[in-house]
C-alpha cells in the first residue's frame, strides 16, 4: 500500500510566481490535510478537505493561498504571487472516514523562493 | 486553542542510552500522535495514542489522557534515532486538526 505521496519534492519558485503542490492520499483515504512548517516554527495547520469539499480553513491565509480536491485526481495547494516569507516545507497527510484515526503524513514539499 | 509542551527541549545521548520524552497539553484530546522527523525532514509515524500503552520494538509511549500528558520511551538509542520528535493532538472540537508541539531535538553520539 503506497504512502501518501506529495510532488514536487522541492520546488523553486521566484517572487511573484505561482506555486502548485500536489498531494495523492493513501488508497481508501478520502481524507486530506495540509500543513506547513515555516523555518524556525513548529508545524502549523492549514487546511483540511475531503472530496469536492473544504471542511476546515481556519489555518489557511486569507489571501493568494487556496486549496483543493478535485473528485478525480490529487489534492492542490495553491499560493499566488509567492514571497520569501512561503518558503517553507509543506505537507500533506491523509485519514480515512472514521473520525478518530490517525494521519499518515506525505514527504513534504519545499518550497523556496528566491 | 490547545497548547502542547514538549520537554526537553533538545537532549544529547550517547549511543545505547535510554530516553524519556515528554508532552503536556492544556486539554482533553481524542487524538494523539508521535512523529519522528530525520534530518532529511521526513515526518515519520510513531504512534496513534490517545490514551493507554503501545510498544513498537525500542520505541514505546504512554498517555494518561486523564492528567493530560503523553510520554515516550527510546529504549538503547542509536544514531539513527537522531532528529526531533513531535507530539502532536486533536480535541473534541477540531479532532481533524493537530496541533504539534514545538519538539524534541535528539542527538545520539556514536
Known amino acids: 500500500n503506497a504512502g501518501v505521496m506529495q510532488n514536487p519534492r522541492h520546488l523553486v519558485r521566484r517572487r511573484g510566481q505561482e506555486a502548485r503542490l500536489r498531494c495523492s492520499p493513501m488508497?481508501?483515504?478520502?481524507?486530506v490535510y495540509w500543513y506547513r512548517q515555516l523555518p524556525e516554527e513548529g508545524l502549523k495547520f492549514m487546511v483540511y478537505?475531503?472530496?469536492?469539499?473544504?471542511?476546515?480553513e481556519s489555518g489557511m491565509p486569507k489571501e493568494r493561498f487556496s486549496a483543493e480536491f478535485p473528485k478525480e485526481g490529487p489534492s492542490i495547494l495553491r499560493i499566488q504571487q509567492v514571497v520569501r516569507g512561503d518558503s517553507a516545507a509543506y505537507f500533506c497527510?491523509?485519514?480515512?472516514?472514521?473520525?478518530?484515526?490517525?494521519?499518515?503524513f506525505g514527504p513534504g514539499t519545499r518550497l523556496t523562493v528566491l | 486553542g490547545i497548547q502542547v509542551e514538549q520537554s526537553p527541549p533538545d537532549l544529547i545521548l550517547q549511543e545505547g542510552a535510554n530516553s524519556t520524552l515528554r508532552c503536556n497539553f492544556s486539554?482533553?484530546?481524542?487524538?494523539l500522535q508521535w512523529f519522528h522527523q530525520n534530518p532529511w525532514g521526513q515526518l515519520i509515524n510513531l504512534f496513534y495514542?490517545?490514551?493507554g500503552t503501545k510498544q513498537n520494538g525500542r520505541l514505546s509511549a504512554t498517555t494518561v489522557a486523564t492528567e493530560r500528558y503523553s510520554l515516550l520511551y527510546i529504549s538503547s538509542s542509536q544514531t539513527t534515532d537522531s532528529g526531533v520528535y513531535f507530539c502532536a493532538v486533536g480535541t473534541s472540537g477540531s479532532a481533524r486538526q493537530l496541533t504539534f508541539g514545538s519538539g524534541t531535538q535528539l542527538t545520539v553520539l556514536p
Open positions: 488508497k481508501g483515504h478520502s481524507h
Open positions: 495514542i490517545p490514551s
Open positions: 478537505l475531503q472530496k469536492e469539499n473544504i471542511i476546515d
Open positions: 497527510a491523509s485519514s480515512p472516514q472514521w473520525l478518530l484515526h490517525e494521519q499518515f
Open positions: 486539554d482533553s484530546v481524542n487524538n
